[in-house]
């Protein structure tokens, strides 16, 4: 997978669209809505192609990542994109960082951008610092 040349527009251009939308289990949730529309926007590259439309609650959610035979969330995304073994410092923009949480996945996910990483926030987009994620996983 790589990157399009144009990536850094596509990028801007994903996140001007859903900045302002909330979260939603059923389209808007940080890894398909997020994480896995962002990899889409930059690379054209669906890596989330099977799960979508398999779920719209966090229990259903939980239920498709335990059959496809992961435990939490940052381990799934491990199996679509590469991970960085030396962790978060070594993420670029636009590359996609777990950020460990007490919810049913176990991890939330972001994009990277620079010191911060961008998430799916409740009602609009939020932001983390870099160093709140232990998991980076590089696009391209």
Request: aromatic letters at 10%; hydrophobic letters at 45%.
């Amino acid at each position: 997978m790589n990157r399009l040349p144009d990536w850094p527009a596509r990028l801007h251009d994903f996140i001007d669209g859903v900045k302002r939308s909330p979260f939603a289990w059923d389209g808007h949730d940080c890894f398909i809505g997020w994480a896995a529309d962002a990899v889409l926007a930059m690379t054209g590259e669906d890596i989330a192609a099977r799960y979508r439309g398999k779920y719209k609650t966090a229990k259903g959610g939980a239920a498709v990542l335990r059959r496809a035979g992961f435990d939490n969330l940052a381990d799934g995304m491990a199996s679509l994109l590469p991970e960085y073994p030396e962790g978060v410092s070594r993420a670029k923009l636009g590359d996609i960082a777990a950020i460990p949480t007490d919810g049913p996945f176990g991890w939330s996910l972001g994009i990277v951008n620079g010191e911060t990483i961008l998430t799916a926030g409740e009602k609009a987009m939020g932001v983390s610092p870099l160093l709140t994620a232990t998991r980076a996983f590089r696009v391209g």
